[in-house]
């Protein structure tokens, strides 16, 4: 069953860049999938940061577009998200998750990581 | 742009019947999947592709869409149902993925 965990800075200051990696296991990222980050501010409902296939196609969140950033890498089995500027809205928990294709359902997610935004 | 609405809050007694509606336009014609979300913890999938159960999911647990509403029911409501509900689809028109605001459930 495959497995993925996030992994990262816990803090990031305001207006600097937010960088986390997932790690994938029991699971070769060369074989398919979409990978995904999903957020959650403290409180509130989910949100889709963005999707990148193992080949490198992405789809991304048109409200964050201009900041974010997703790579494989498939030697590794690991893919990354990397967010701009960011401000205290940022904050929240940060979840990696795959979908087989784009209106398959996240059927694998991490655990979640929390990352503050701190001024 | 695409918007999936949720009631905030849904409310049951033990071992009776919840619903929880996901409305957007012409739903229908999307493809909807429910996940489970109990505090502290990732979402799970409960229901995919508007009516699927995934493996280790309850019976308890259904889906259905049509028209303008899609609606997760949950039979035979134990304590441990209790959580937050989120429907989401995919959006061919823009090409993202759209969440619902989430449902409480409660279960009295």
Redesign the interface.
């Known amino acids: 069953q495959v497995q993925l965990q996030e992994s990262g800075p816990r803090l990031v200051k305001s207006s600097e860049t937010l960088s986390l990696t997932c790690a994938v296991s029991s699971y070769s990222m060369k074989n398919g999938y979409y990978w ?1 980050w999903i957020r959650q501010s403290p409180g509130k ?4 940061i963005g ?1 990148i296939y193992h080949s490198g196609t992405t ?1 991304y ?2 409200s964050l577009r201009s900041r974010v950033s997703m790579s494989v890498d498939t030697s590794e089995n690991e893919f990354s998200l990397t967010l701009t500027s960011v401000t205290a809205a940022d904050t929240a928990f940060y ?1 990696c998750s795959r979908q087989m294709n ?6 694998s ?4 990581t929390l990352v503050t935004v701190s001024s | 742009s695409y918007v999936l609405s949720q009631p905030p809050s849904v409310s049951v007694a033990p071992q009776m019947t919840a619903s929880i509606s996901c409305g957007g336009d012409d739903i229908g014609s999307k493809t909807v999947h429910w996940y489970q979300q109990k505090p502290g913890q990732a979402p799970v999938l409960v229901v995919s592709y508007d009516t699927d159960r995934p493996s280790g999911i309850p019976e308890r647990f259904s889906g259905a869409s049509s028209g303008t509403s899609a609606t997760l029911t949950i039979s035979r409501v134990e304590a441990g149902d209790e959580a937050d509900y989120y429907c989401q689809v995919w959006d061919t028109d823009t090409n993202r993925v759209v969440f619902g605001g989430g449902t409480k459930l409660t279960v009295l």
């Open positions: 995904v409902g989910l949100e889709w999707s789809y969140s048109p979840y784009t209106r398959h359902p996240f059927d997610w991490g655990q979640g």
